[in-house]
């Protein structure tokens, strides 16, 4: 058992295990933000998800599906359900690949590319209020921290390996 001198802070404490565990922290944010950006997209004819990969689209056009479901860490069959519905709405379509008849290149359509930048706009307004109370020099850290941790460092804590054994060459 633990004794008074372990015991954590109160709950609603920033120094609280719950807010100090970073699963919770960042479940929370995600739990926030996708109630805010999940109505703000829903007024431009989409879902999160759609629009998550119309951006991807646009960074990456014509790039297969599977590539595609591997840039928006969504599997393959639900990314073929999210394409549906965005190709039914009328924000992409798919036409064969010249190089290749069983694969489909996705393209946003215009209204698609309207679409996303509104929504984006909707979107960064809904960040910047989560992040108004930081100074710009914190709010540009957490940014850097963000896109750099979801790089290699959580494909390593996938993986079960440690920041060591990610270094050291393949013994094969």
């Known amino acids: 058992m633990l004794g008074m001198a372990n015991a954590p802070a109160p709950e609603g404490s920033p120094d609280s295990w719950l807010h100090q565990d970073l699963h919770w922290v960042f479940a929370r944010l995600k ?16 879902t999160l998800w759609g629009y998550t990969v119309l951006m991807a689209i646009v960074e990456a056009p014509a790039s297969s599906q599977l590539a595609l479901a591997q840039a928006v860490s969504v599997d393959k069959s639900k990314l073929v359900l999210i394409l549906d519905e965005l190709e039914n709405d009328g924000l ?3 036409r064969p690949d010249p190089a290749d008849r069983r694969a489909r290149i996705i393209e ?9 930048k509104t929504a984006r706009s909707d979107i ?10 930081l100074a710009p020099a914190a709010r540009n850290a957490l940014q850097s921290a963000l896109q750099h941790l979801v790089g290699e460092p959580i494909a390593r804590v996938e993986a079960g390996r440690s920041p060591e054994t990610a270094c050291m060459p393949n013994p094969a």
């Open 92 to 94: 992409v379509r798919r």
């Open 108 to 116: 946003v359509t215009p209204e698609g590319s309207r679409a996303l």
């Open 124 to 133: 960064k307004a809904i960040e910047d209020q989560l992040l108004a109370d």
């Open 31 to 46: 739990q926030g933000l996708a109630a805010a950006e999940a109505a703000a997209v829903r007024e431009h004819g989409m």
